[in-house]
C-alpha cells in the first residue's frame, strides 16, 4: 500500500509569489494535517482536515490555506511568500473521527522542501 | 502554555543503549508519540503511548511515560549506527494537532 504521497518533493520561489503543495492520505485515511518544519526545529501545526471541513488551525498567518477533496487529497497554499517560509512542509493523515484506538494516530509522508528566494 | 522539551544532542557507542528524555506541560495529553527523522527525510512513526499506560516495549524500543513528572523517555537496546537521525516527542492533547519538541540529535559511534 501506498503511503502518504507529496508533490512536488523540492521547489525554488522568489518572495512574492504563490505556492501550492498536494497531499494524497493513505487509502482509508479521512483526515489530513499539514505542519511546517524550520530547519533545526520540530514540525509546527498548520492545518487539520477531516472529511473535507477544517478542524484545526495553527497560529499562522491568512497567507496560508489549505483545503480538502472528496477524494480526501488536500492542497497547501501559501500567498505572498517571504523568505520565512521556506521549511519543509509536511503532509499527515489518519484515520480521523473518534472511538477507534489509534485513529489519531498520525502517518507522514516525505515532505515537499520550499525555498523562497 | 504547551512545551515539549528535549536536550538536544545524544552520543554512544554501537551495541549500547540509549536514552532519550523528553518533557511535557500539558498534563491533558492523550497520546504521546516518538517519531524519527533521517536527513532529507519525513517523519516515521516508532512508537506511540497511551496516557494510561506506564510502560510500552516493542522489540529494541521502549517508553515509560511518568505522568506525574510529565516525562516520557525513549531507550533504544542495542543501538545500531542505523538509529542514528533525529528523534523527536510529540503529545496529542485532544485537539487534533501534535505538539512537537526540538528533537534529539542522536550520534552512533561505531
Known amino acids: 500500500d501506498a503511503g502518504v504521497t507529496q508533490s512536488p518533493t523540492h521547489l525554488i520561489k522568489t518572495r512574492g509569489q504563490q505556492v501550492t503543495l498536494r497531499c494524497s492520505p493513505i487509502?482509508?485515511?479521512?483526515?489530513v494535517s499539514w505542519y511546517q518544519q524550520v530547519l533545526g526545529q520540530g514540525p509546527q501545526f498548520i492545518f487539520q482536515?477531516?472529511?473535507?471541513?477544517?478542524?484545526g488551525r495553527g497560529n499562522f498567518p491568512d497567507r496560508f490555506s489549505a483545503r480538502q477533496f472528496p477524494n480526501y487529497s488536500s492542497e497547501l497554499n501559501v500567498n505572498a511568500l517571504l523568505l520565512g517560509d521556506s521549511a519543509l512542509y509536511l503532509c499527515?493523515?489518519?484515520?480521523?473521527?473518534?472511538?477507534?484506538?489509534?485513529?489519531?494516530?498520525?502517518?507522514f509522508g516525505a515532505g515537499s522542501r520550499l525555498t523562497v528566494l | 502554555g504547551e512545551d515539549v522539551e528535549q536536550s538536544l544532542f545524544l552520543s554512544v557507542r554501537e551495541g549500547d543503549s540509549s536514552v532519550i528524555n523528553c518533557t511535557y506541560t500539558?498534563?491533558?495529553?492523550?497520546?504521546l508519540y516518538w517519531y524519527k527523522q533521517e536527513p532529507g527525510a519525513g517523519l516515521q512513526l516508532l512508537t506511540y503511548i497511551f496516557s494510561n499506560m506506564d510502560m510500552k516495549q516493542d522489540q529494541r524500543l521502549t517508553v515509560l511515560l511518568n505522568k506525574k513528572d510529565k516525562h516520557l523517555s525513549l531507550r533504544i537496546a542495542d543501538t545500531q549506527t542505523g538509529d542514528s537521525a533525529i528523534y523527536f516527542c510529540?503529545?496529542?492533547?485532544?485537539?487534533?494537532?501534535?505538539?512537537f519538541g526540538s528533537g534529539t540529535r542522536l550520534q552512533v559511534q561505531p
Open positions: 499527515a493523515s489518519s484515520l480521523g473521527g473518534q472511538g477507534a484506538v489509534g485513529a489519531n494516530v498520525l502517518t
Open positions: 482536515y477531516y472529511e473535507k471541513e477544517e478542524r
Open positions: 487509502s482509508g485515511h479521512k483526515s
Open positions: 510529540a503529545e496529542n492533547t485532544g485537539r487534533r494537532a501534535l505538539t
Open positions: 500539558d498534563s491533558s495529553s492523550t497520546y
